[in-house]
């Protein structure tokens, strides 16, 4: 499996910006996708953006469309989120993941950050 360090969370104001960072180890060649989910207090995890590894192909949940970004550097096997125009409801404990494929479950996660956003 891989091995995932996210990094970047903290707290902000609403309107504000963040950018997460996740850093890949070990076992990189067999990345086909990575992504960002998170989970606020209370509910399920959730997805937030996915990025194919190959071709940078990028999907996004609704919530956050037009307001993230997600990226990646091949080079550095890392995966960004950059975060604009954050809202309260942004609040919750960031995570990354990685799969072989866009056909396969997630199976590689970070230990997670907290991004907390005041209103």
């Known amino acids: 499996q891989v091995q995932l360090v996210e990094s970047g969370g903290g707290l902000v104001q609403a309107g504000g910006s963040l950018r997460l960072s996740c850093a890949a180890a070990g076992g990189t060649f067999s990345i086909g996708g990575m992504g960002w989910f998170r989970q606020a207090p209370g509910k399920e995890r959730e997805f937030v953006a996915a990025?194919?590894?190959?071709?940078?192909?990028?999907t996004y949940a609704d919530p956050v469309k037009g307001r993230f970004t997600i990226s990646r550097d091949n080079a550095k096997n890392t995966v960004y989120l950059q975060m604009n125009s954050l809202k309260p409801e942004d609040t919750a404990v960031y995570y990354c993941?990685?799969?072989?494929?866009?056909?396969?479950?997630?199976?590689?996660w970070g230990q997670g950050t907290q991004v907390t956003v005041s209103s």
């Open positions: 993941a990685a799969r072989r494929s866009v056909f396969t479950q997630y199976d590689s």
């Open positions: 990025i194919r590894w190959s071709t940078s192909i990028t």
